[in-house]
C-alpha cells in the first residue's frame, strides 16, 4: 500500500487556541480513514487546512496524484488543492441553492474543462463536446448517488439527504483521486445512513480513497479500514478500528478519565 | 410533424417580434413624437449598460456602485478621439471597441483591490471609484485641459455607417429616416448582440461559475472555481459593455460633461437590474426600458391634472420622482424577484406550492 496523502508535523493556531498540534498521519490508496474526535477537537480544522481554506503554521501535505506524482497542497489555494485531485464535503452543506441540482454538478466539472467567454459566445465546436461530456458525466453521476429525479430541481428544495448525496456528487464531478467528507451522515435517519453507507462502500470498490470526519460510531467502526482519533489537536491514537476502539486513551477522551 | 410545426410557429413568433421592432420607432413617432424616437434610443443603451451591470451583479454577485465610472470612461474616450476637443475625428468602429477595452481594463484595475470584498464593503469601494472618476472628469482641465472640466466636450461626432451619418435623414426608396430612426436601428443591433453575448454566457462553463461565486464563494473555490480570476472576468466583461455604451452615448448625444455620470447614473441602472428580475435577461432588458420611459411619461401628469381638475396643483416635475419612488417601494414590495423573475425563481414558487 502507497500512501496517498501524507500530512506531516501540521500546526495551526488561532491566536493563543492551538487547534492542530504536529499532526502526521497517512492515508493509502484505496481505504476509508476515518478521522474521529469529541467536538472540537480540530477534525473540521484538518479539513480545512487540508482543502486550501486555511493556511498552516507548519508542516507539510502531500498528495499523490494518478501518476504517482506529488503535490504539495499546504499554503495553495483551494481550486488548486482541487485541481491536485482531493475534493471536499462540507459539514453544514453548502450547496448553490438557487442553482438546479443538474447545474450544482456541472459546476464540480469547472476544473476538469477548459472553455472560456469566446468558446461559450461561439459555441465552437471544442466548447460543444466540453459541454455535452459534462452534462453527460453530471447526469450519470446524479443517477450514481441515486437523485437522477431531482436533476432539475434548485439544490435548496431537495431533501435534507439528497442534499448531501447532491453534494457528494459535486465533488464526484470534479474527478479526485482522494474525496474528504465531513460527518456525512449528520441529521440523516437510519434508512438514509444505511443507503450513505452501500454508496460509500461502492466508491471504495471503484478505487476512490475517502477520508472520512464523523460522529456516528457505528458507522465509522464498520466502514473505516482504519482511524485517526484527534482530541484537543492533537493525535491521540491511530489505527484499525478494533485498536482505537480499545485504546485507554481513546476511551478516556470520548468518556472521561473516570471511565478507566 | 409536431417539431416541424413547433418550429414553424416559433420562426413566424420570431419574424413578428423582428417586425413589430423594426416598425417600433415609426408608430412611436407618428403616435408621440421625435422626441420619444430619441427617448427609444436612449432607452436601448440603457439596456446595453443594465445588461453589462447585470453580469456583474446579477450572474456574480457583486455589488458594484460604480458602474457609471466605465459608462463614462467610453463616452470620454470617445470624446477624444472623435470631436474638435484635440480635433481628432477617428471613425467610430476604432474608437468603440478601444473604449470598451479601455473600460474593461479599469474594470480588472477596480476588481482586483476588492477581491476580498463583499457585499456592503464592497458596494461602498466601487461607489468611492465611480465618484474618483467623476471628480477627474471636473478636474481635469487645468494644467493640461484634458477633459474640459464641467463645461464637458461638445460637438462629438456621430457614427457614420459609410456616408450615412446617423444624425442626418435618410432617404431610401422615396422614405425618409430621421436621424433618430437610423440609431434606433443601430443600437437595436448592437443591443441584440449584447443580449446574445449574455445569453450565451449565462448557460456556460463561465456563467454557471459566476453564479456559483454568487451563491457561496467558499463552496465555490472548494469546487475547484479560481474565485480571483473569475470574479476579474466579470468585472472586465461588465465594464466592456459600459464602455461600449458610454461610446454610443457620446455620439448619440454629441456632448458629454461629468453631470451625465453620477451616482444617481449608478442607482438607477442597479434599479433596472432588481426591478426587472435580478439575473434574468428579459427582466433586466425590461427594467431597462421601464425606467428609462416611466419617469419621461410621467411628466405628462401635469397635463392630465390640468384636464381632470383645470389647473395644476402639484409641479409634474416633484411628482413625477415621487410616483416613480412610489412605484419603486410597491414593485419590491409585491414582486421582490422582479418584474419577470427568471425560471429559477418561478420553479422556487413551483416547488414550494408541492
Known amino acids: ?260 | 410533424m409536431l417539431n416541424a410545426s413547433l418550429l414553424r410557429s416559433r420562426w413566424f413568433s420570431f419574424g413578428l417580434l423582428a417586425l413589430g421592432l423594426a416598425l417600433l420607432p415609426f408608430l412611436i413617432d407618428a403616435e408621440l413624437g421625435r422626441s420619444w424616437v430619441r427617448l427609444l434610443d436612449l432607452a436601448l443603451l440603457y439596456v446595453i449598460l443594465a445588461l453589462g451591470l447585470n453580469i456583474v451583479v446579477g450572474y456574480a454577485g457583486l455589488l458594484d456602485l460604480g458602474y457609471v465610472a466605465f459608462y463614462a470612461l467610453g463616452a470620454y474616450v470617445y470624446a477624444w478621439l472623435a470631436s474638435p476637443h484635440f480635433g481628432l475625428h477617428l471613425p467610430f468602429w476604432a474608437i468603440l471597441p478601444l473604449g470598451a477595452a479601455l473600460a474593461g481594463l479599469f474594470g480588472v484595475l477596480l476588481g482586483a483591490p476588492t477581491l476580498r470584498l463583499r457585499g456592503d464593503y464592497l458596494a461602498i469601494v466601487t461607489l468611492g471609484f465611480g465618484e474618483i472618476i467623476r471628480i477627474f472628469m471636473n478636474n481635469l482641465n487645468a494644467p493640461y485641459n484634458l477633459t474640459n472640466g464641467p463645461q464637458g466636450i461638445n460637438l462629438i461626432d456621430p457614427i457614420r455607417l459609410g456616408s450615412t451619418s446617423l444624425s442626418q435623414p435618410l432617404t431610401v426608396f422615396g422614405y425618409t429616416f430621421s436621424g433618430a430612426h437610423l440609431t434606433y436601428y443601430f443600437f437595436l443591433l448592437l443591443v441584440m448582440a449584447v443580449i446574445f453575448i449574455s445569453m450565451r454566457l449565462e448557460n456556460s462553463r463561465i456563467g454557471r461559475a459566476w453564479v456559483a461565486i454568487r451563491e457561496d464563494e467558499i463552496a465555490a473555490a472548494a469546487t475547484g472555481i479560481n474565485t480571483r480570476n473569475l470574479k476579474l472576468l466579470a468585472f472586465a466583461m461588465g465594464a466592456t459593455f459600459g464602455g461600449l455604451a458610454g461610446g454610443l452615448f457620446a455620439s448619440f448625444q454629441g456632448f458629454i460633461s461629468p453631470e451625465s455620470f453620477n451616482l444617481m447614473e449608478s442607482i438607477m441602472i442597479l434599479c433596472m437590474i432588481v426591478l426587472g428580475g435580478m439575473g434574468h435577461i428579459p427582466g433586466v432588458i425590461f427594467g431597462a426600458l421601464l425606467l428609462t420611459l416611466l419617469p419621461e411619461a410621467l411628466r405628462y401628469t401635469g397635463d392630465w391634472q390640468r384636464s381632470v381638475f383645470g389647473q395644476i396643483y402639484i409641479d409634474p416635475a416633484d411628482l413625477r420622482m415621487l410616483l416613480f419612488g412610489i412605484a419603486l417601494v410597491a414593485v419590491m414590495l409585491y414582486r421582490p424577484a422582479g418584474l419577470i423573475p427568471s425560471a429559477r425563481r418561478r420553479q422556487e414558487f413551483a416547488d414550494a406550492k408541492t
Not at chain 1, 485541481?83 to 441540482?101: H, P, S, V, Y
Not at chain 1, 432539475?152 to 453534494?167: C, I, M, S, T
Open chain 1, 1 to 260: 500500500m502507497s500512501a496517498l496523502l501524507t500530512v506531516s508535523g501540521v500546526s495551526k493556531a488561532f491566536g493563543g487556541l492551538q487547534a492542530l498540534s504536529n499532526i502526521t498521519l497517512s492515508v493509502n490508496a484505496g481505504e476509508i480513514f476515518g478521522l474521529i474526535g469529541p467536538n472540537g477537537a480540530g477534525k473540521t480544522t484538518l479539513f480545512n487546512t487540508l482543502t486550501g481554506l486555511y493556511t498552516t503554521d507548519s508542516g507539510e501535505v502531500h498528495l499523490k496524484d494518478g501518476q504517482q506524482r506529488e503535490h504539495r497542497l499546504n499554503n495553495r489555494a483551494p481550486h488548486q488543492v482541487l485541481k491536485a485531485g482531493l475534493a471536499r464535503t462540507f459539514q453544514n452543506i453548502r450547496l448553490f441553492a438557487e442553482m438546479t441540482a443538474l447545474e450544482n454538478v456541472l459546476v464540480g466539472r469547472h476544473a476538469r474543462t477548459t472553455s472560456g467567454v469566446i468558446g461559450a459566445v461561439l459555441r465552437l465546436p471544442a466548447t460543444r463536446r466540453e459541454e455535452a461530456d459534462s452534462h453527460a458525466r453530471a447526469h450519470a453521476l446524479l443517477k450514481r448517488v441515486g437523485i437522477e429525479q431531482h436533476a432539475n430541481r434548485l439544490a435548496k428544495n431537495l431533501p435534507y439527504g439528497d442534499q448531501r448525496r447532491l453534494e457528494i456528487a459535486r465533488a464526484l464531478a470534479t474527478e479526485p483521486s482522494l474525496l474528504a467528507l465531513d460527518e456525512p451522515a449528520a441529521g440523516m435517519n437510519p434508512a438514509e445512513r444505511s443507503a450513505l453507507r452501500e454508496l460509500l462502500l461502492q466508491l471504495q470498490a471503484d478505487g476512490l480513497t475517502l477520508l472520512l470526519i464523523e460522529h456516528d460510531v457505528k458507522l465509522v467502526m464498520g466502514l473505516c479500514t482504519r482511524l485517526a482519533v484527534l482530541d484537543y489537536g492533537v493525535k491521540i491514537a491511530e489505527g484499525t478500528p478494533d485498536v482505537v476502539s480499545r485504546d485507554p486513551k481513546v476511551i478516556a477522551a470520548y468518556l472521561g478519565d473516570e471511565a478507566i
